[in-house]
C-alpha cells in the first residue's frame, strides 16, 4: 500500500494511489456498485470541460483523443466544450479504439465536430490520449502526437495523466507530455508527485462511493464538498 500524501487547499491530507490500485477502483465501480464505465466517463469529460474553461477561457481547442477509456473522456469533454460554443476539433491517434470509447466518437461526430487527421493550433490542447495504463515508450501515431503537442507553444491541459508518465513510478516515457496542468481522477497517482510533466495538479470526482475507499483501507477525507474539481498539491 503506498503512502503518498496529497493536500486539498483546506490543508487534509488525501492518499495517493498506485495504478494497481485504480484499476481496483474502476473494477468495484462497475462491479460492486454498477457504476459503469460511460457514467466514470461522462463525470471525467464534464469536468474537464469545466476545468478547460476556468484555467484559460478558450475560444478554440484541440482535443487529442486514445482508444481507450482516457480518450472517451476527452472526447466527453469535446462535447461539452462545443455545446458551450468554442470551437472544437479532434485528432484521434487511432481508429481502432474500445466499443465506449467508438460511441463518444460517434457523438462527436453526429454533433458536427470537426475530426481531423492533423491537429491544429488552438488556444488550449486537451491530452487524453493515454490513460494508466501505460506500457513503455509511446510509439507510432501516440509519439508523433505527443512530440506536436510539446512543439506548440499552446498550454496542455492533461486527462489523468500527461501522455507517457508511469503513474506508479512517475518515470517519464520518451517522449511524454509536457503539461501546464493535469486533471487526475477518482485519487492522486502516486508518480503525479515532484513531477515537472504534470504541471498544477487537480482532482476531479467520477463519483467513487465512499464506502469503496473504505474497503480498500483508505482514509480520505470528505474531498468535493465544495465542488467536483479541486486543486491539489503533493507533499
Not at 64 to 79: C, T, Y
Not at 114 to 128: F, K, L, Q
Not at 133 to 152: H, K, M, Q, V
Request: net charge negative; with cysteine; hydrophobic share 45%.
Amino acid at each position: 500500500m503506498t503512502t503518498a500524501r496529497f493536500f486539498l487547499p483546506s490543508g487534509k491530507c488525501v492518499p495517493g494511489i498506485d495504478v494497481a490500485q485504480m484499476r481496483a477502483v474502476d473494477r468495484s465501480m462497475i462491479e460492486d456498485f454498477h457504476i459503469e464505465l460511460p457514467q466514470m466517463m461522462e463525470n471525467a469529460g464534464r469536468n474537464l470541460a469545466d476545468l478547460t474553461q476556468s484555467l484559460f477561457l478558450p475560444r478554440s481547442a484541440t482535443v487529442l483523443v486514445g482508444p481507450g477509456g482516457n480518450g472517451g473522456g476527452g472526447l466527453v469533454a469535446a462535447r461539452h466544450l462545443h455545446n458551450r460554443g468554442i470551437d472544437v476539433t479532434v485528432t484521434v491517434a487511432s481508429r481502432s479504439v474500445s466499443s465506449v470509447t467508438a460511441h463518444q466518437l460517434d457523438i462527436v461526430e453526429r454533433l458536427g465536430i470537426e475530426v481531423r487527421e492533423e491537429p491544429t493550433p488552438a488556444d488550449v490542447v486537451i491530452d487524453s490520449l493515454i490513460g494508466y495504463g501505460l506500457s513503455g515508450d509511446p510509439s507510432g501515431r501516440f509519439a508523433e502526437l505527443i512530440n506536436w503537442a510539446n512543439a506548440t507553444s499552446t498550454p496542455v491541459l492533461a486527462l489523468d495523466t500527461p501522455s507517457g508518465l508511469d503513474l506508479t513510478a512517475g518515470a517519464a516515457a520518451r517522449p511524454c507530455v509536457q503539461a501546464v496542468a493535469t486533471m487526475t481522477l477518482a485519487l492522486p497517482k502516486v508518480g503525479l508527485a515532484r513531477v515537472v510533466n504534470a504541471g498544477a495538479l487537480y482532482l476531479a470526482d467520477i463519483s467513487v462511493p465512499p464506502s469503496l475507499f473504505v474497503a480498500m483501507g483508505l482514509e480520505v477525507p470528505v474531498i468535493f464538498k465544495s465542488g467536483s474539481v479541486v486543486a491539489v498539491r503533493d507533499g
